[in-house]
């Protein structure tokens, strides 16, 4: 098994899956809802998610107001994954940790990212991707948090192709704000 950096935002996974490769092919599970030992992952899940995105994209960085799990494996091509802290009593608020999907010695690799911690997706090659989440995708309560902001600086040296969405989002401050107000209505 490959070594697994330690994420510095609290409750954020990182778990392997084997690739099971032969003359037909490849096989890979890509997501368990029972606890990989020892790590704890989401117990239900409830959409599946494929992109397949252009080379030089920025998606998100995305959260939701209602408490979501989200777990990311890459399948094809070199994506970064920017993660970012809006739970405002988390002792790692406001962190950014920017995490490299790959496969190692026959693994792949999968980012399991706790509720209201922001998540974006950086390709730089066409890339392909699956996630599951553990509640239906509700536009009603999704945030965009601008990883541009001035409030928290988060530098992105590269130039991509970003939603006007994404462009549109909301500082973390805002986003810490506005998750608060709504689960302590």
Not at 40 to 65: C, D, P, W, Y
Request: charged residues 25%; hydrophobic residues 35%.
């Amino acid at each position: 098994m490959p070594n697994t950096p330690t994420p510095p935002i609290k409750g954020v996974k990182i778990t392997w899956q084997k690739i099971h490769e032969d003359d037909r092919g490849q096989f890979t599970t890509a997501f368990l809802t029972e606890p990989v030992a020892p790590v704890e992952v989401m117990s239900v899940i409830s959409q599946v998610n494929f992109i397949k995105t252009k080379r030089n994209v920025l998606r998100g960085a995305h959260v939701s107001l209602k408490p979501q799990h989200k777990a990311f494996m890459v399948l094809k091509g070199t994506v970064r994954q920017r993660l970012v802290d809006c739970r405002k009593g988390s002792p790692t608020y406001g962190k950014c940790w920017d995490v490299d999907h790959k496969v190692v010695d026959g693994y792949r690799m999968v980012v399991h990212v706790p509720p209201f911690v922001a998540s974006a997706i950086i390709s730089y090659t066409k890339a392909t991707l699956v996630y599951a989440t553990d509640t239906l995708y509700d536009p009603d309560v999704e945030l965009s948090v601008n990883l541009y902001t001035q409030d928290k600086t988060f530098d992105i040296l590269e130039t991509f192709t970003v939603s006007e969405k994404d462009k549109n989002g909301v500082s973390v401050t805002t986003a810490g704000d506005k998750i608060d107000e709504y689960n302590h209505c």
